[in-house]
């Protein structure tokens, strides 16, 4: 039998979608599959797909002939290519015009946009979408979106995420006061620093504790266009908050939070969901998205946008420490639902089996 040849296609990458690439090249390559990643180079350097078993090949988040030629040469020879997010996708329905390999595109979040470049990004969703053998998605409501776009196969495949690792007490203690919050709360954001996420939102929230003895810190960690001006927003108006860029230790930190905050317009399986309860961490979230049903009852939601139910909810949380260890307890319990990293591999290695088995003669 053949070694079955994929090729995995990131673009710009989120958290989400580059773990997941991650895990999804090394449980795939552990199950003799040769995997091949086409991403930026800077998304190797921090994902590390060549030390997963994966043959790493550095193709720019661009759209220009030079980069669909490399990412076409790429696929030339794979059984099956796989995209994941919309502009990998478009790209690489670009790169394989002409090359009968089936192509697989996995949804990890919706695009947010009005106007002009809203439109444009339905066209683009439409195209890639229509030139997919099947569509994944991450949510119930992505595959809809898949469905109403045109998809020809959609299906649901929630993305699951590595394990977090876990510190000794020394080391939480250690990372806390890196972080300046050994005799403080400490309270911890992590996503991309770009509208969307909230952060305004999150800002004007602060004022609701930061009247606490002592004042509780919030540590966002990311990095995104907005940096600059939240920044100047959060020494003009003296908040308690420090951004630390982007991390490659973002578990760690979060392990050593009293309260984990996500103020989102609107999430899929988010990263930072996922890990605050797979660690045990307290969560304050908004109700959007596929948030509810990821967390269920192990988290406190509060409506998007609404600064003076998040600031509350984060305040009684800090007072209550009995309401947070049952929010841990139960957050535990929550992630283990959730599909493992071998479910997920084994259910994508089907799509995969089965897309070449069409392809076969039959006997």
């Known amino acids: 039998m053949t070694q079955l040849r994929t090729v995995q296609v ?195 929230a602060v004022a609701g504790w930061r009247h606490l003895d002592p004042a509780p810190l919030l540590t966002i960690a990311g990095e995104g266009r907005e940096r600059a001006r939240l920044q100047r927003r959060i020494e003009s108006d003296d908040l308690p908050v420090q951004l630390i860029g982007r991390r490659d230790d973002i578990s760690e930190l979060l392990a050593t939070a009293d309260v984990a905050v996500l103020a989102s317009r609107w999430e899929a399986r988010s990263v930072l969901a996922q890990e605050a309860l797979r660690l045990g961490v307290p969560l304050v979230a908004t109700a959007v998205g596929a948030i509810p049903e990821l967390v269920g009852d192990a988290a406190e939601l509060v409506p998007y946008g609404d600064a003076p139910a998040l600031a509350e909810a984060v305040t009684r949380l800090l007072a209550d420490p009995e309401r947070r260890a049952r929010l841990a307890t139960a957050g535990r319990a929550q992630a283990a639902t959730w599909p493992t990293e071998d479910e997920t591999i084994a259910q994508v290695l089907s799509v995969y089996d089965e897309l070449t088995a069409r392809g076969r003669p039959a006997r």
């Open 10 to 204: 990131l673009g710009g990458g989120s958290a989400g979608s580059s773990a997941h690439v991650r895990s999804l090249a090394a449980g795939l390559v552990a199950r003799g599959v040769r995997v091949t990643v086409c991403a930026p180079a800077e998304l190797d350097r921090a994902y590390d797909f060549s030390g997963a078993g994966a043959y790493h090949v550095p193709v720019a988040r661009r759209g220009d002939p030079a980069s669909v030629a490399a990412l076409r040469a790429a696929c030339a020879g794979a059984d099956v290519v796989h995209a994941h997010g919309l502009h990998a996708a478009v790209r690489t329905a670009l790169a394989l015009g002409g090359l009968r390999v089936p192509l697989v595109v996995t949804w990890h979040t919706r695009t947010e946009a009005a106007g002009p470049r809203g439109r444009l990004l339905r066209i683009l969703e439409r195209r890639a979408v229509r030139a997919a053998s099947v569509v994944l998605g991450a949510t119930s409501e992505l595959v809809d979106g898949a469905r109403r776009r045109g998809a020809r196969d959609a299906r649901l495949a929630p993305v699951a995420l590595p394990a977090p690792c876990h510190q000794a007490a020394g080391e939480e203690n250690k990372s806390r006061a890196e972080l300046g919050a050994v005799e403080r709360p400490l309270l911890m954001a992590v996503g991309s620093l770009v509208p969307d996420q909230g952060y305004d939102t999150l800002l004007d």
